[in-house]
């Protein structure tokens, strides 16, 4: 028993700090008790996480539930982006009104429900960890209940999102069918007479679109612009990374054994069953994240298409399939989420500083001659975005482009480039904007234009701006363990 | 005895009403009845499939699909009423503000 | 982490840590900057401690050996790799002595100099980075982490030169010293393509143990290549044009870049590939005889030139071609050796002339000052620079006047200055190839024109320094009383002189030619101590000459900078530059103007290359450029938008639409698993 809640322990940890919250808030505490106690749950979590990630695979609660390693790594991650939303929400948010206690309560509950979905080696616990993410994201997405674009966002979130857990879980309930379990492991021993019948093959492609849905591929991307539109900025950054990375981790221990051990042993070379549908959903993911966001107008709607873009590129690591391709695939979930919640944390200090209404780009114009450094700082991770060397966003993409030539996948390997220069235009523009415009907007606003960061905003944008740089520079360093534990999965 | 396929039948031709009707209806709340109804259908499919192949792991997945789906009407309904709250209506056609 | 390990990242982490601190903190607060003393000892501190750790690395190297420091793989590219490694030999403490000893004291130097500059921060971070960049070139393990501090020098020397970059002739300057670098770096490049291909390794050792490897051809285009490289980055010609107007950078960049290190890093390059180098001795004969060129064009120039700095910067070139010949005669201890004397005593001269335009400078805004609007107005262009004005600043600056003689006698190479021994160790090699069998009389004559060379040296060094000092003060002429604001340099900028001084008269004798005392006792001697420290990594070759004809080019050299001192001194000894510069003319005719003109190579690259490629710019490639490949882009960039505005309108914004989509989407995913694999392109 003590083992097992050891293996859980960042779960834990985060549900109870999420409860603690709750008690918290209905005593009226004050914010400045309840970031700290936050932040102390998470930062628990992630040493935990981080202890753990040495540890090789153990599995817990009756092989429910596995810890360790690469379970740990991807709780790591999704446990770091809660700590810097949290640092960065507490700053933007104050005085508003729906800056309640409870808000931090929701964003442990979306960890815990993560870090579930990650660790899960059972689809009831895959589904139940699932979908407590995304009731407290669906929450935390309709925060503004007193504006009409909070409310939008939130219930078009909640109504899309249950519609796809309705396919993944009529998808669960056919590969039950097919196969008489829920366990990952039964799954992937399935005798390939069972793996070949349509019941089976439907359970996963259902399962599949619950996947899409939560990663935002085209064409079940749809939500995801509107909603990082309307729901607080720092919000959107957690659900554009810690979301993304939970999904594809979790369905990454689910997929790989079904789809490309088993499948490769009955049809050699051609693969995994699911390879096509991968492959075009990839395709169109990053051809339509691009070309939209070139029309856009709003900054958090640009980076909700490229989120739909990067969707795209991180697709192709399953698509590829090789060691390689799966390391990579990591590693760029990784350059992701420091670049893109960088990139949400900038946009909302901006909006916070300077009063903006809404966060479209004419707002933008002039901010850097008023502000250089922060806007500095923005174009950091515009850049990376883009993809420009040395950051980590361009490392993340030449490992998964060079994984796909290494595997054949020229055709894919092109379009994803030509996508990724449509791409970059689009990030030049913002810092074009910024920096090039002439502006009376920012300069007129009442605001105090030389406010700066407060200490919540300056821990959180050095950590990502260093990790930026850093994994862009040296971006080996993690590469032979992640390789490894690739490696020893498959 | 029934035979399992007129339960898949049923849990199919359930969830693609549920399904069309997430397609068509502009009432919110018939929206969400609409979601209510494809989880109910895979949750009859569960069920069938469990007893069909004699273990109870299917009949758990129906349990946490029943108290998930209840989680997902309190938030449901709660983001229902503040959008009637804002715009005196639960049609859901006045949820275009964001778009393009 | 061992003590070897430690004080080796000390010594090359500390200076960036400096430009990093200083930089950041001058950027970040504008109050900040006006600490511009607090910089320098930050600065200062930067450099010195480095020194220290480099005294402590000789020390280790002294005792057990040269090693490697390596702090991990740098590039992993498949078949080849590069390591972030640092090779501590006598080689590279000898130059990281030279760069961290001399950098300190012109640090020093700087804290007086840049006493009254708003942009002292920026320039203290620029220096400190200077010499980050330096050290990762002279320790580096191979030769793409040398390329990294090869480009980083060249980036530190564009943005020293054009520090004061509100005039435009600065930004010029240094745009024309960074592209003139950019022509060598190419070469160099290329070299290291050529050599990862024939020999697949950039790592020093297993280059030179493999250059058994490479064909003759192979050698010689590797060696020429390099050779470019050097050139551009060391001033030769044809590439040393950049370096005369370098000189807008602030005195102690002059010193320190221009004069004292980064030029003598292509110098530095050679003589750690010298091995690869004596097996081809048709790229030692280019290069021999690039050096004398440069050594003897540069000469003549400085002979004309009025500007004490440029003078100076002449001078430096000319030197430059010395180590050059010495390179190219197989003499590359005796190379290293000039590097090193030559470190001390023209950076010595460079502050000294920094001293004397501090000074004047002073003079003429005060005297300015007190003169009223329009009634001098002739007095508003007057240029501190210029030797024309100077004259008797020898009872207002003593120290500045003392040690600027000590200056002239070395490099002119009065024994037993240091600039004798190396100079004479130089000719004293480019003879003996003379008498060798290898293009032994083209040796020859080059050995005469090094002892032209020598001569001239001598010559104008002694013009400079009795125009300057010698005679009665001009500058009153210009400008009525200024002469009385003279006065000596603070002791920040004193102090680094008399270092540099002593330096100038006693470092020569880490060099005492062997065959003194061979000759003497007839046996085999080790005082050429400099030789017994490098001789592992400069392949010399051996000088094969009877000791009488070593004790008479020895001689030879005497007399030659004894009469170059004494004809100097009669020609311009009082002060009298006009009569005997007007009496050179007449006698030279079209060669001085020649000179004066400085050979017009400027002009030269104005037409032959400035010209062409304006034209066929504006000509060619513009419409080219605007019409076809800007139509092209145009196109494309349209036709995106227009998609991009197509695929925004399916995003209607209602959320039954949507889910239609995700429907169509459900039903597509389930066609693709059901039919199987489908995919275009793939394996």
Not at chain 1, 165 to 192: C, D, E, I, N, R
Request: proline content about 3%; some cysteine.
């Amino acid at each position: 028993m003590t083992t097992d809640l050891l293996a859980f322990l960042p779960g834990l940890l985060t549900a109870i700090g999420g409860l603690v919250i709750m008690i918290l808030g209905a005593f009226r505490a004050k914010k400045q008790v309840v970031v700290p106690s936050t932040l102390l749950f998470l930062l628990g979590a992630f040493g935990v996480a981080i202890w753990q990630a040495s540890m090789p695979t153990s599995v817990a609660f009756s092989d429910m539930v596995r810890s360790g390693s690469f379970a740990s790594f991807l709780i790591a991650i999704i446990v770091f982006a809660g700590i810097v939303t949290t640092l960065v929400n507490q700053e933007v948010m104050q005085g508003r009104r729906a800056h309640s206690p409870e808000v931090y309560a929701m964003i442990l509950f979306a960890i815990t429900g993560m870090i579930t979905f990650v660790s899960s080696n059972h689809l009831l616990l895959l589904f139940v960890g699932l979908e407590t993410m995304s009731i407290a994201l669906y929450v935390l997405a309709g925060l503004y209940k007193n504006e009409r674009h909070g409310v939008e966002a939130g219930l078009k979130y909640f109504i899309l999102g249950a519609f796809a857990s309705g396919f993944l879980l009529y998808g669960m309930s056919f590969v039950y069918g097919a196969t008489g379990s829920l366990h990952f492991q039964a799954l992937a021993l399935a005798s390939p007479e069972v793996t070949q019948t349509l019941f089976f093959r439907a359970g996963i492609g259902l399962m599949l679109v619950g996947f899409f849905f939560k990663v935002s591929a085209v064409p079940f991307h749809m939500w995801t612009p509107d909603v990082y539109q309307g729901s607080p900025t720092a919000i959107s950054g957690f659900m554009s990374t810690a979301s993304k990375v939970a999904a594809f981790g979790a369905f990454w221990v689910l997929l790989t054994p079904i789809s490309f051990s088993v499948d490769a042993s009955t049809q050699a070379g051609s693969g995994s069953m699911a390879i096509s549908a991968l492959y075009w959903i990839s395709i169109l993911s990053m051809v339509v994240g691009n070309l939209t966001s070139i029309a856009q107008q709003d900054l958090k709607r640009i980076l909700g298409f490229s989120s739909i873009g990067h969707a795209g590129y991180l697709l192709m690591g399953f698509v590829v399939a090789t060691p390689q391709a799966f390391t990579a695939m990591l590693f760029y979930l990784v350059a992701y989420t420091l670049m893109n919640l960088g990139a949400f944390a900038m946009i909302a200090h901006f909006e916070r500083t300077f009063g903006w209404t809404d966060a479209s780009m004419d707002q933008l114009k002039g901010v850097g001659r008023i502000a250089p450094r922060r806007v500095a700082l923005l174009s950091l991770f515009m850049l990376s975005l883009a993809g420009f060397p040395p950051l980590a966003g361009f490392f993340g993409k030449y490992l998964v482009f060079s994984a796909a030539i290494e595997a054949g996948f020229v055709t894919l390997t092109v379009v994803a480039i030509l996508s990724a220069i449509v791409g970059a235009f689009v990030y030049l523009r913002v810092i074009g904007q910024a920096y090039f415009e002439q502006g009376e907007s920012a300069e007129s606003q009442s605001v105090d234009p030389q406010k700066g960061m407060g200490w919540g905003m300056v821990i959180a944008a050095s950590l990502l701006a260093a990790g930026t740089i850093h994994f862009g520079i040296d971006a080996l360093m993690p590469w032979p363990s992640l390789l490894d534990w690739v490696n020893g999965f498959m | 005895m029934i035979s399992i396929e007129w339960f898949i039948a049923l849990s199919a031709v359930l969830f693609t009403i549920g399904a069309i009707g997430v397609m068509v209806r502009r009432n919110a709340i018939v929206l969400f009845m609409c979601i209510e109804l494809m989880l109910n259908a895979v949750n009859i499919s569960l069920v069938a499939f469990s007893s069909y192949h004699g273990n109870i792991e299917g009949h758990m997945l129906v349990l946490f699909a029943l108290s998930v789906a209840a989680a997902e009407a309190v938030v449901g309904l709660a983001l229902i009423i503040a959008l009637f709250r804002n715009t005196l209506s639960v049609d859901i056609r006045n949820l275009t503000l964001m778009r393009f | 982490m061992s003590y070897t390990t430690l004080f080796a990242l000390v010594l090359l982490g500390l200076p960036a840590v400096g430009a990093l601190t200083l930089g950041v903190g001058g950027l970040s607060n504008a109050s900040l900057r006006q600490k511009r003393t607090t910089f320098g000892v930050l600065a200062t501190a930067a450099v010195y401690i480095p020194f220290l750790a480099t005294l402590y690395l000789g020390w280790n190297v002294f005792q057990s050996g040269a090693f490697t420091v390596n702090f991990g793989t740098f590039i992993d590219a498949g078949r080849w790799s590069v390591d972030l490694a640092y090779l501590i030999d006598p080689l590279s403490i000898t130059m990281a002595l030279v760069i961290t000893g001399i950098g300190t004291l012109i640090h020093i130097y700087s804290i007086g100099y840049m006493s009254h500059d708003q942009g002292a921060w920026r320039f203290f971070a620029y220096l400190n980075l200077f010499i980050f960049a330096m050290l990762q070139l002279v320790m580096a393990d191979n030769l793409l982490v040398l390329f990294i501090g090869w480009e980083g020098v060249g980036l530190a020397s564009y943005l020293l030169i054009g520090f004061w970059f509100k005039k435009r002739t600065n930004t010029n300057a240094a745009n024309k010293a960074f592209i003139f670098n950019r022509i060598g770096d190419f070469a160099f490049l290329v070299a290291m393509f050529l050599l990862l291909q024939e020999v697949g390794t950039l790592q020093f050792s297993g280059l030179l143990e493999n250059v058994g490897m490479m064909s003759q051809d192979t050698l010689f285009w590797v060696g020429l290549l390099v050779l470019i490289g050097a050139t551009g980055k060391s001033a030769q010609f044809p590439l040393f044009v950049w370096l005369p107007d370098a000189m807008a950078g602030p005195t102690p960049v002059s010193a320190l870049i221009h004069a004292a290190t980064m030029v003598t890093s292509g110098l530095y390059l050679i003589t750690r590939l010298s091995p690869m180098f004596v097996l081809s001795p048709e790229v030692m004969m280019i290069m021999a005889v690039i050096g004398a060129l440069t050594a003897f064009i540069a000469a003549t120039i400085a002979l004309t030139e009025y500007d004490i700095k440029k003078v100076l910067a002449y001078s430096t070139v000319s030197q430059l071609g010395f180590m050059f010949l010495a390179l190219g005669s197989g003499a590359f201890v005796a190379a290293i050796f000039h590097v090193v004397t030559h470190a001390f005593f023209k950076a010595l001269l460079f502050l000294g002339s920094g001293s004397v335009i501090h000074n004047m400078e002073h003079a003429i805004e005060k005297t300015r000052g007190k003169i009223k609007v329009g009634e001098n107005d002739g007095a508003t262009d007057l240029d501190p620079q210029d030797i024309r004005l100077m004259g008797g600043l020898r009872h207002s600056m003593p120290i500045t006047f003392r040690t600027f003689w000590i200056g002239t006698l070395a490099i002119a190479g009065i024994p037993p200055l240091a600039g004798f021994f190396s100079k004479d160790e130089i000719l004293m090699h480019t003879f003996s190839m003379g008498v060798g069998e290898f293009a032994g009389p083209l040796y020859m004559v080059l050995w005469a024109v090094g002892m032209g060379t020598a001569f001239l040296t001598a010559f104008y060094m002694v013009r400079l320094t009795a125009t300057t000092f010698h005679g009665e003060s001009r500058l009153d002429a210009a400008l009525p009383g200024a002469s009385s604001a003279f006065h000596e340099s603070p002791r920040t900028m004193t102090f680094p002189l008399w270092k540099l001084a002593i330096g100038s008269i006693i470092i020569g004798w880490i060099g005492l030619p062997n065959f003194v005392v061979e000759s003497l006792t007839g046996q085999e001697a080790h005082i050429h101590l400099l030789k017994e420290w490098i001789y592992a990594q400069a392949a010399d070759l051996k000088v094969t000459l009877s000791y009488a004809t070593e004790w008479a080019l020895l001689a030879g050299s005497i007399v030659v900078a004894t009469m170059g001192v004494f004809v100097g001194w009669r020609s311009y000894g009082n002060g009298q530059w006009e009569q005997t510069d007007n009496m050179l003319q007449a006698r030279f005719g079209e060669l001085y103007n020649t000179f004066r003109e400085r050979y017009l190579l400027d002009e030269f690259y104005e037409k032959v290359v400035g010209e062409p490629v304006q034209w066929i710019s504006k000509n060619i490639l513009e419409p080219v450029d605007r019409i076809g490949i800007g139509g092209i882009v145009a196109f494309f960039g349209a036709t995106t938008r227009v998609s991009g505005g197509v695929l925004r309108i399916l995003q209607a914004g209602l959320i039954t639409n949507y889910a239609v989509f995700i429907l169509l989407g459900v039903l597509f995913v389930l066609a693709m698993m059901i039919l199987g694999p489908v995919v275009g392109g793939t394996p």
